[in-house]
């Protein structure tokens, strides 16, 4: 474990650039450059559960598909448990669990325990720790009805289940998830979260997990990257993100009767976002204490009631989001 | 797992290996039907045609029934489902080889071997220990050397589409070529088959050796001992290819 002890996964400047063709006119071609990642460097240490956000084509599959050794990198450098994951892959396999939630990585056409089977001989498990962890994933996961039934019969929910217990049973140090709540009802997406939840507590697994459901990150990550444009926009706890994001926190007053928008003089930042009737909704800056501003539109306005709702994090993602967009 | 299921229609199974037994089998009885006009084949009798025919159908039935599946990677870098296959502690190519075995195309090593046996038995020729240890080598190394060109050409095809028809001129219409004396064809395509892709190592170079003939092109007698050297220089040559072409696979979007 030693020279791996601080950083599990190293990414320094890291960069894929894909040439893509396409016609214009009748025969002329163009080759355009996408730069899918633009130089990112974090670091990511053993046992930490880590999210990876950013809205469509902002190269989080990319990124993933390079920590795997599936893409070689144009530029920069990744290392995995000390590991060049293009030039050493087979050797990385057995280290990584990976699951892409739009595709399988099972035998479509054989019983999904099957395909368990040809893991346990292919990844060379012992066969006591196999049924171990196949007995554990089965009961964690619910797949006891399952594991007769052919992938391609499976439903969706149920594959990813499926899916997620196959990157699990040769004790993979590091876990990358590619969207794995896709398509999940309530319970199921419940019931994932507690297993990856328990996965990291009881093993130590390091997770990496790309989701554009919030909840998924909420419930499991204590670190958060963003990413937009193939580039790092921020990196650090949930909590930091409403600042970093220039979130808003909303009053909400109640009046005695309705009244035009409130208005209070020398105080721009604030301002009302709605009016239902009686009540009103302020908003303003979440790092702003609400004590001063309550007693400034008590005094002016006779008040009823009163609430403060704490910026969510979609807002403050779709905020974050939108203002590269307009960049 | 491919076998198994293979077996499990067994009619099927059998329907398609006799298909495939008749099919090339008709190669064959093609030579047969052109021995009942002529005597000779540029020069050669039935016996030694014959043995060009078994030794280049057997090695690459070999290659065949191992690699036969390769060709099916080309689809694999469309759709992106080589991800899969990168993700797995195994080599591509054994993942792929494995996964459609196809125990069919056993009935090319049949024939291919039938026919060797006869020109084994018919053949006139002095045998000594060099020449007997000469036919397997030239089995294994011509098996290597179809090796190569199965592997160079699913690298290609990491860079370029519909190569498998291209792939297939080498391997398919070269072991056709190599059923047939050297001296039947124009010396360009001879060298060509020397000096660029070099086929002309499976059998030619060799089985002239064996049936005391002149070696192609001129060439002196301890060429054809070369066989298994340029059979591993091929092979080393196409894994540098095939990581190449790993190295700029570049999945899919989603
Ligand atoms: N194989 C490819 N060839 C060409 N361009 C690609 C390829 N794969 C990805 N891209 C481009 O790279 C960019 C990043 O794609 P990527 O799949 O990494 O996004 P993502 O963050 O995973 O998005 P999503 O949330 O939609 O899954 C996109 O602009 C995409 O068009
Ligand atoms: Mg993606």
């Known amino acids: 474990m030693h020279g791996e002890a601080g950083a599990f996964i190293e990414l320094d400047g890291l960069e894929k650039v894909f040439d893509v063709r396409r016609r214009v006119g009748r025969f002329r071609r163009e080759t355009r450059q996408v730069r899918a990642v633009d130089g990112i460097s974090f670091r990511v240490a053993r046992g930490e559960m880590v999210g990876y956000i950013g809205p469509n084509g902002a190269g989080k599959s990319t990124t993933i598909k390079m920590l795997t050794g599936i893409l070689t990198p144009s530029g920069g450098r990744v290392r995995v448990a000390g590991i060049d994951p293009s030039r050493e892959r087979t050797r990385l396999a057995s280290r990584i669990g990976v699951v892409f939630g739009q595709r399988t990585t099972l035998w479509w056409d054989l019983p999904l325990i099957d395909s368990y089977r040809l893991a346990h001989r292919m990844y060379r498990v012992p066969d006591a720790r196999f049924r171990e962890n196949l007995d554990r994933c089965v009961e964690l996961l619910g797949l006891g009805d399952l594991l007769h039934v052919a992938v391609r019969q499976l439903s969706l929910g149920q594959r990813m289940r499926g899916d997620i217990a196959a990157a699990l049973l040769h004790d993979p140090d590091v876990l990358y998830l590619d969207e794995p709540t896709i398509g999940l009802d309530v319970i199921s997406k419940t019931r994932v979260r507690e297993f990856l939840r328990d996965l990291n507590r009881d093993r130590g697994t390091t997770v990496l997990l790309t989701t554009h459901d919030l909840q998924d990150i909420e419930q499991l990550c204590r670190r958060v990257m963003v990413i937009d444009h193939g580039r790092l926009l921020y990196d650090g706890g949930l909590a930091g993100l409403h600042e970093a994001g220039g979130s808003e926190r909303v009053l909400v007053v109640d009046l005695e009767h309705e009244a035009p928008p409130i208005e209070l003089a020398d105080e721009p930042s604030v301002r009302v976002t709605r009016v239902e009737g009686t009540r009103q909704y302020l908003a303003f800056p979440a790092d702003r204490s609400a004590a001063p501003l309550v007693a400034r539109v008590a005094a002016a306005y006779p008040l009823v009631d009163l609430s403060v709702r704490e910026p969510d994090i979609e807002s403050v993602i779709a905020k974050m989001y939108g203002e590269r967009a307009d960049a | ?254």
């Open chain 2, 1 to 254: 797992m491919g076998i198994r299921s293979q077996l499990t229609y067994r009619l099927s199974f059998a329907a398609t290996t006799f298909g495939n037994l008749a099919a090339t089998a008709f190669d064959f009885v093609t030579i047969l039907l052109m021995f009942s006009q002529v005597r000779a084949l540029g020069g050669f009798s039935l016996p030694e045609v014959a043995f060009l025919y078994g030794t280049s159908t057997t090695a690459f039935g070999l290659t065949d029934l191992v690699m036969g599946s390769t060709e099916r990677i080309g689809s694999r870098v469309r759709d992106g489902t080589l991800d899969v296959l990168l993700l797995r502690p195994a080599p591509v190519l054994a993942q792929v080889a494995a996964d459609r075995f196809a125990l069919r195309r056993i009935g090319r090593i049949v024939q291919g071997g039938a026919v060797l046996a006869y020109a084994l038995a018919a053949v006139d020729v002095d045998w000594d220990p060099v020449r007997v240890a000469m036919v397997p080598l030239m089995v294994l190394s011509g098996g290597l050397i179809f090796a190569a060109v199965f592997v160079v050409g699913a690298a290609f095809q990491f860079w370029a589409q519909d190569v498998a028809e291209v792939q297939s001129a080498f391997t398919y219409g070269g072991t056709t070529l190599l059923q047939y004396p050297p001296g039947l064809f124009a010396k360009d395509l001879v060298r060509g088959a020397t000096f660029v892709v070099p086929l002309a190592f499976v059998n030619w170079m060799p089985a002239l050796y064996v049936l005391r003939r002149p070696l192609p092109l001129g060439m002196p007698d301890g060429v054809a001992f070369l066989a298994p050297a340029v059979a591993v220089l091929c092979c080393a040559l196409a894994g540098l290819v095939w990581r190449l072409g790993i190295r700029s696979y570049r999945s899919t979007g989603s």
